[in-house]
């Protein structure tokens, strides 16, 4: 089975990113790139002269950094619904919060079980429900890894707020999706696999690539830029060479980025 370690794609080069301020957009905005594809964020701030800065979220840690020259309008959006709500606890709760306080292993055995980094998976977890057990999204989807009733019942998942169901039941899925779209272990495949998470198989396979959803897009670079963000961090971590926000700021947000619009028509 393919070890997805994808390490060596974000690691690679780093340089200094010089943030000057101003003030941000008062509401979501949609910014529309040159080539079709466009980002829906929470506020923006330039770089420099030549790129600006967008926040996907309103997590100072889910940003990209695009060239000026390659935005072709923005716009402003009404506020967006929440992805996910907490959900109430089941009569099973205390048993569900002693597992959760077991999260990190869960992870950690899943990850190893299915041969899947365990920073990726904590990555998907983190933009599918922000680590919240009781997650339910506004389609249905529940848990951590936010399976559908339909998607659990196929993985024999009986319990979607269960951390130990859910995560087994995604690190499954997301295994089966890794080995049908990135059999190469690479950048291409990793957003493919991604991107079917998050909109669904049907949807890569119509479009030949990631599907030309705002949503969708936007989370393939989430996870992507959370994913390289806790490795780089583990690599300081191991050498004392900072903090994980020291980490992120010194590695480019473009990677991703670029790795979704190249994809938009694989």
């Known amino acids: ?13 780093t340089f200094l990113l010089a943030t000057f301020l101003c003030k ?3 509401a979501f905005q949609r910014v529309t790139l040159r080539n079709g594809f466009s980002y829906d964020c929470a506020r923006y701030e330039p770089i420099d002269d030549s790129h600006i800065r967008l926040f996907l979220t309103t997590q100072a840690s889910d940003f990209i950094d695009l060239s000026r020259k390659s935005i072709a309008t923005i716009e402003t959006l009404p506020d967006p619904l929440p992805s996910t709500t907490p ?3 089941g009569p099973d709760s205390g048993t569900r919060d002693r597992i959760s306080a077991n999260v990190p292993d869960l992870i950690t055995a899943a990850g190893a079980q299915h041969h899947i980094d365990a920073d990726l998976l904590a990555s998907v977890i983190r933009a599918e429900s922000g680590f919240h057990a009781n997650a339910v999204s506004r389609t249905g989807a529940r848990g951590l890894m936010q399976l559908m009733p339909g998607t659990a019942h196929q993985l024999g998942v009986d319990d979607a707020f269960r951390p130990d169901q859910n995560i087994a039941g995604g690190t499954t899925y997301l295994d089966q999706l890794l080995d049908r779209y990135d059999p190469n272990n690479d950048t291409h495949g990793l957003a493919l696999a991604l991107a079917a998470y998050n909109a669904g198989p049907a949807a890569v396979d119509r479009y030949h690539g990631i599907p030309p959803y705002a949503e969708t897009r936007a989370y393939v670079v989430r ?5 390289k963000r806790r490795k780089l961090a583990l690599e300081h971590r191991a050498t004392g060479h900072g903090t994980i926000e020291h980490a992120h700021s010194q590695i480019p947000s473009a990677t991703a980025s670029l790795a979704v619009a190249s994809l938009g028509s694989h």
């Open 1 to 13: 089975m393919q070890i997805h370690r994808l390490t060596r794609i974000y690691l690679g080069s």
């Open 24 to 26: 941000s957009a008062d």
């Open 87 to 89: 959900g109430a606890p």
């Open 223 to 227: 996870v992507m830029n959370e994913f």
